[in-house]
């Protein structure tokens, strides 16, 4: 493969366009596209550099919490199943805030998602455990070159804007202004209320780092462990399982055996004491009328379950 064209993906990534069709369909590892993702993990190492304050620690939940629900709220049920609607202003928000998570652009990843759908854990599901293991549906799938464009053919209703074309194509921008914005804010931090102890090294392990981390891991277990363990109450065609402690770090999204039963509810947790976080938080933004009709799903849907909930 031309390494000049590699690391032109790593700006643009439109350019996979002029991939040979033998190289698009290559489902091996691009390890030259991993070397961004590598040294994210190895940044974590700073910590040890950039020490810990109440104030850098504080930012880094917080950013996991805002974060963590836009890629949930709207990069999954908003993007990727159409549950609500929303204004075209709120919808380019949040897909910045997605952005920021370094989890590539939002066609990118309703692409995908939705083909996952069309196809759980069978031959051509990308990152189905049962198929490929799971080591490949927790991180390799999106390093190879076969996943690597966006499947437009599967998002033509959100292509039609160009906003978000644009941070399709050069989803490596607002990860860059995100970092940049955070390491600024600490050092004014540092000018001007040093009595934190925290300047823009601290902010930018701890924020991007080792936040960025955290959220990455936590939805990266919704493809794979969330077709290997919990709970199955519905008899669906894939391996997806209910698992509670799944749901609490992904604010819902663990409830996966309930997704795949119905994917185009806006709620996950079917059941009154299945806590949905992001559930929750879609409620309070419909009750401040930034989004409305929240899809629910059927009680005939929500009621055919097995009672006995056989572990998966």
């Not at 290997?228 to 770090?249: E, F, H, K, V």
Request: charged share 15%; aromatic share 14%; proline share 4%.
């Amino acid at each position: 493969m031309n390494i000049t064209r590699s690391l032109r993906r790593w700006f643009d990534s439109h350019a996979v366009a002029d991939l040979p069709v033998n190289e698009s369909d290559d489902n091996r590892v691009d390890w030259l596209r991993t070397v961004p993702f590598v040294l994210l993990h190895a940044a974590a190492g700073l910590v040890v550099w950039v020490g810990i304050s109440p104030i850098a620690v504080a930012i880094a939940i917080a950013l996991y919490v805002l974060r963590m629900f836009a890629i949930t709220g709207f990069y999954h049920r908003y993007f990727s199943h159409r549950a609500f609607k929303t204004s075209r202003a709120m919808q380019f928000l949040f897909a910045l805030l997605g952005a920021t998570a370094i989890q590539r652009g939002p066609l990118w990843w309703a692409s995908h998602h939705r083909h996952h759908h069309l196809y759980a854990d069978q031959a051509n599901d990308a990152h189905s455990p049962r198929q490929h293991g799971f080591l490949w549906s927790h991180i390799g799938w999106f390093l190879s070159r076969q996943n690597f464009p966006t499947k437009f053919n599967l998002v033509k209703d959100l292509a039609r804007y160009p906003e978000l074309r644009f941070l399709d194509r050069f989803d490596v921008l607002v990860p860059i202004i995100f970092a940049v914005f955070l390491y600024t804010i600490g050092e004014w931090l540092a000018f001007t209320a040093p009595g934190l102890h925290t300047d823009g090294a601290q902010l930018l392990v701890w924020g991007v780092v080792i936040s960025t981390l955290a959220v990455y891991h936590a939805t990266f277990c919704v493809n794979s462990l969330g077709h290997l363990i919990g709970r199955r109450r519905y008899a669906n065609r894939d391996d997806s399982g209910n698992s509670w402690w799944l749901a609490l770090l992904t604010f819902g999204e663990g409830w996966h055996n309930n997704h795949h039963r119905f994917p185009g509810a806006v709620r996950q947790g079917f059941r009154w004491w299945e806590i949905d976080l992001t559930y929750y938080g879609l409620r309070v933004l419909a009750a401040l009328r930034l989004v409305w009709d929240l899809k629910t799903v059927p009680q005939r849907i929500a009621a055919s379950g097995h009672a006995s909930e056989l572990n998966a």
